[in-house]
């Protein structure tokens, strides 16, 4: 990189997002589950008296004082583009009240539109479905904020359950979203509670849209597009764009067994993670999904390392733990190269209907010292009738620490707590019920230390039919003490072509926000730039700003620069070979005259997450400057001494997957003279088995190629030549499921026997159909039937 001059400078404190005059988004989400999805795609699905409309809450716990958040409706107008602002996009905190205030300010002026840390907006209201085009908070919609918010979306639909089916889930912002999943459980693996008997994934696609691919399916989704695909486990589902992922399990008919679960993609699973949550009467144990093609062992360490076990998980299947007990958190990790998902569920050996809930574990390299609660209300709608909280907040350090509590996150009423390593330790705000905006942080002696959180039902502190308790909750996303915002512009324009370009002379912006808790002191991290790395001065918490300029030539084969930068850990300064002895007894009187001699010891420990955004930009200057000095100096020096020593050893060894994609054009002209089978003693010995994998192409009897599976009559097979042309005729019906379908009846004709079979129907709507004799049990394979919004 040809850094021609460098300047580091900092200016005087500015208040945040002063860059360029603008105000400017430093994160956005997408609200998961649209309610028509949810309704018709879950929760009618697990129980079939649930109704419209579906009450949805979503909760936005903001983390730091003068926050800016866009909330972009879907309907009508779309979403918001570079540079434009939609009507029915709400402006909340910018001190204009033309483009509304935050929901519970009162009365909107521009001198009220302001957010404050600790502050949450909860944004609730029924939605009907069908939807209709009325302007609601709903799935779909986009979040976007100036400065770090934490975003909770729950759920549950009218009719029967009601609110004792409701679901929660943490928004992930896009930032973090993936482009692989893997199912960890599906509808094919039972359990004691028959916990994923359904299993699904909820895909939305954001900014730009998504071509998603799972077995037998592509779709193409457009932005804040969703799906709801069942899925069985193992199932691996890739896309173009990065996506966002919910897992979404429940036990089939029952009343109230339904989790939800954010779903990290495969490119971030770990080889160790932490679990916050020991609850003995609630069982709650952690599953392990082993991705890969061997057996693994998984150690889970226990704050008394005494009670610590290992146990295996053979490949592609799962494991729990043991039942991690009150007061126990728990680490659980395997070997290098040996990376699982991790998940938690609550009430896990009985019916699984009365504490369920769970939350997926967050891979250790993920965690950070601090969390903001999205949604920590300590009953249902913060009504505990004066039983006390039953949901509560739970920690756990990575090592000892201090706990720092900070209820309404405003400074005032921080509680502060020692805990060991390990230790299971939770929180519960007695003033007012809730722990939504809660700041929570941890550190020894200064220095930050990890902590892994969740928010959920306590076990011992609610009862069977408690109509008080929330029987749901989320993993609390870790926090991000420090962002950037980085800005390029062009000094001198080289090549005099009016864009930043390889060779011109650009100047970039970077702003650092540590909007943690904790002060970043000096050396700690750093800022990675396209033309290099920035120190970042010891700088304050709760909104402490720094900004630094760096000049740089934009380095060859680089088309343009936009100012994405990163914060990085400091470069390792080199040091002492011994240590001081005794105390300086002066101070220095300059600061140091050169930059390190070495460079960092280490190469960087992840791969970049893009490619390089441009190609080279020029065509080689000039070709070879000779030709070869001299001709090969000698033939081959000896005759190939033997042919091939071996024949192919084996045939095929799997029959194909699926049938001839071409129709003949010409009827066989000699059909093979058939053996008249003697009626009354044939026998089928090998029952033909018949597999369909993937998205269903069926023809109908008129001869229309369906590649949707609605509810009609199709034929699966027909096959005049089988068994000598005695023929064989499969037909099946299929009865439309909400907005999939299932195989309900097949029948099978060989010769003139004609034979029926149908589905167990509710247990697996599009699994196996259970035949009667002979040709029993053939199989088909759940599709990526899916249900649209
Ligand atoms: C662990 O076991 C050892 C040996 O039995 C015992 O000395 C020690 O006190 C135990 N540690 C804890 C924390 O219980």
Known sequence: ??????????????????????????????VPLPETSLLHGVFHVIKSNARAPVTTMISIAVSTDDTVIWYDHHERDGYDTDGSVAASTRVWGDGDSGNGCAPGVSPCTDATDVLIAGQVIILKNEVPVPRGNAILFDGGDKISASLPI?????????????????????????EQWGTRF???????????????EYSAFAIMAGDEGATISCPGEFKTLAQGEAVVIRVDQGWELTSDKPIQVDLITGDIGSTYQLRWYSLVPVEQWSNEYYAPVGDTKGETKVTIYN?????ITVTCTLPNPNDSYTFRVPAKSIRSSEIIRDGDGAKFSAGAGNNFFAFSSTDTEGG????????????????????VVGLGYGCTDMNCNGDGERSVVWITAVSDATIHVDYNNDGNNVATKSVRALESVYFTDDNDEDMSGA?????????????????????????????????LGTVILPFEPTRTS?????????????????????????????????????????VETLGGTVNVEATDGRGGTKIYTIEYEVPPGVSTVTGTCEVVPAPPTTSPTSSPTGVPTVSPTAGPTGGPTAGPTGGPTASPTAGPTGGPTGAPTGGPTGGPTGGPTGGPTASPTGGPTGGLTGGPTASPTGGPNETPTEA???PPAPDQPTPGDRTITDAPVVFVKGDPHFKTFGGELYDFHGECDLVLLHNPQFMNGLGMDVHVRTKIEDFWSSVETAAIKIGDDTLESWSSRGKHPCGRIQGKDPVEDFQVLCPCGHSLD
């Open 352 to 371: 699984g209907q009365i504490y369920d809930w769970g939350y997926p574990l967050i891979p250790s390299g993920s965690l950070t010292n601090e969390v």
């Open 668 to 670: 066989p002209t000699d």
């Open 291 to 295: 991705p890969g093609t061997r057996r």
């Open 486 to 526: 980085c800005s390029v512009d062009i000094k001198e324009d080289r090549d005099g072509d009016g864009e930043i370009s390889a060779g011109d002379i650009v100047v970039e912006t970077i702003e650092v926000f540590n909007v943690g808790a904790m002060p970043v002191s000096e050396g700690s991290i750093a």
């Open 439 to 471: 700041r929570i942080w941890a550190e020894k002696n200064g220095e930050p230390v990890n902590i892994a959180a969740a928010w959920g039902q306590k076990a011992s502190l609610s009862k069977s039919g408690d109509d008080y308790a929330l029987d």
């Open 182 to 196: 893997v199912a960890p459980v599906g509808q094919d693996v039972g359990s004691e509670t028959d916990a994923f």
């Open 1 to 30: 990189m040809m850094k021609i001059f460098s300047a580091l400078f900092s200016l005087a404190a500015l208040p945040a997002f002063t860059l360029a005059g603008d105000v400017v988004p430093i994160m956005s989400m997408y």
């Open 150 to 174: 934490a975003v909770t979306r729950s759920a549950y639909p009218s009719g029967e359950p009601g609110s004792m089916m409701a679901g929660a889930v943490e928004v992930i912002e896009q």
